[in-house]
C-alpha cells in the first residue's frame, strides 16, 4: 500500500485544495501518471503516482483542503 | 525571499515568438513543449499574443464574468476554462504572453520562488521603461500604485511549469469591464497608459528576454 501524500511546494505553502481527480477510486493507476491535481495559490500542481496499483480510497474530495504532507488517497 | 539560484550554470534556453495566436493553438503547443521538458528535462519560452479571450483557472468564479457570456460570445470573445491557478482573466492583442516551460528542478522546486521570479522579470522589465512597480502582498502579479498592469497563473506537471504570465502593453483597458481580474475589484494599467507613449511591443519582448535571461540565469536560444 502507497499513500498519496501532498508533498512540499514552497517555502511559505502550508496548504492546497484538491481541484481535480483524474481517476476514481477502484481505477488503476500507471506508475508516474498523475492522479490528482491541487491548486495552491496561482500554481495548479499534478500530483503523480510513484507506483502502479489500484486507487483504493480518495481521501480528500475536490474543493477540500489538505495540509503539506497529509494524505489524498491510498493506492494498493 | 531568497531568489539564488541553486544551479551556478546558465540553462540553455529556446525563445519562439509566436505573434498573435488564438489561445487554443498556442496552449497545444505549451503542451507539446511540456511533455518533451518532462522527459528531456529542456527550457523553452513562448511569447506571443492572443485573439480576445476570456479564461477561468481552476476554482475560478464564474460570477466574475461581469457581461453575459451570450454577449461576449457575439463579440467573437471565446470564454475558456484552463487549467492554471488563479481566477478569471482577459487576453487580447496589445497584452504580451509568456509561457515559460521550465523544469523547476534548476531554479530550486519551489512554486512560490517560481512565481516570484516571474514577478521580477516584469518588474525589472518595467523598470527599464521608467515604470515604477512592485509586488501587492497577499495578491500575486505585477502592480503600479493599486493597479494592476500584469497577471500571473501557472500550472505544473513532473516539476515543470507551463501557462505563465501576461503583461498589458497597450491592451484596450475598456475590454476588462467585462470581467472583474483575478476576482478583484480592481483597476488595470498598461504601460501605454502609465507611460502616455506608444509602447512597441517588439522593444518589450526584447527587454522581456532579457529580463528572464537575468532572472534565472538563462542562455538564449532564438
Known amino acids: 500500500m502507497i499513500k498519496i501524500n501532498v508533498p512540499f511546494l514552497g517555502e511559505g505553502i502550508e496548504d492546497v485544495t484538491v481541484s481535480t481527480w483524474y481517476f476514481k477510486e477502484g481505477d488503476s493507476v500507471s506508475s508516474g501518471q498523475d492522479v490528482v491535481e491541487v491548486v495552491a495559490d496561482k500554481a495548479i500542481f499534478n500530483i503523480e503516482s510513484e507506483k502502479m496499483g489500484i486507487l483504493k480510497k480518495i481521501v480528500v474530495p475536490e474543493g477540500k483542503a489538505a495540509k503539506i504532507g497529509e494524505t489524498l488517497a491510498v493506492i494498493e | ?222
Not at chain 2, 488564438?22 to 519560452?45: D, G, M, N, P, W
Request: with cysteine.
Open chain 2, 1 to 222: 525571499m531568497n531568489s539564488a539560484i541553486p544551479n551556478c550554470r546558465a540553462i540553455l534556453c529556446k525563445v519562439t515568438d509566436l505573434g498573435v495566436v488564438r489561445y487554443h493553438e498556442a496552449y497545444q503547443i505549451q503542451k507539446k513543449a511540456l511533455t518533451k521538458a518532462t522527459t528531456k528535462a529542456s527550457c523553452e519560452l513562448f511569447l506571443c499574443e492572443h485573439f480576445s479571450v476570456v479564461t477561468l483557472g481552476r476554482l475560478a468564479d464564474e460570477k466574475n464574468i461581469l457581461v453575459d457570456p451570450k454577449e461576449i460570445a457575439e463579440k467573437g470573445i471565446e470564454i475558456l476554462k484552463i487549467d492554471r491557478g488563479g481566477d478569471v482573466t482577459f487576453h487580447a492583442p496589445g497584452q504580451l504572453v509568456a509561457y515559460p516551460i521550465f523544469p523547476l528542478d534548476n531554479f530550486g522546486k519551489d512554486l512560490k520562488l517560481f512565481i516570484f521570479k516571474l514577478e521580477q522579470v516584469i518588474i525589472d522589465l518595467l523598470g527599464y521603461f521608467g515604470i515604477l512597480s512592485s509586488r501587492l502582498k497577499g495578491h500575486t502579479g505585477v502592480w503600479v500604485g493599486h493597479k494592476k498592469i500584469a497577471s500571473i497563473g501557472v500550472g505544473v506537471q513532473k516539476w515543470v511549469s507551463f501557462h505563465g504570465l501576461a503583461l498589458n502593453v497597450s491592451t484596450r483597458l475598456e475590454d476588462f469591464s467585462i470581467i472583474k481580474p483575478c476576482g478583484l475589484d480592481v483597476e488595470m494599467t498598461s504601460m501605454n497608459n502609465e507611460t502616455e507613449t506608444q509602447v512597441e511591443m517588439q522593444d518589450v519582448k526584447k527587454q522581456l528576454i532579457l529580463s528572464f535571461k537575468n532572472v534565472f540565469n538563462l542562455e538564449i536560444l532564438s
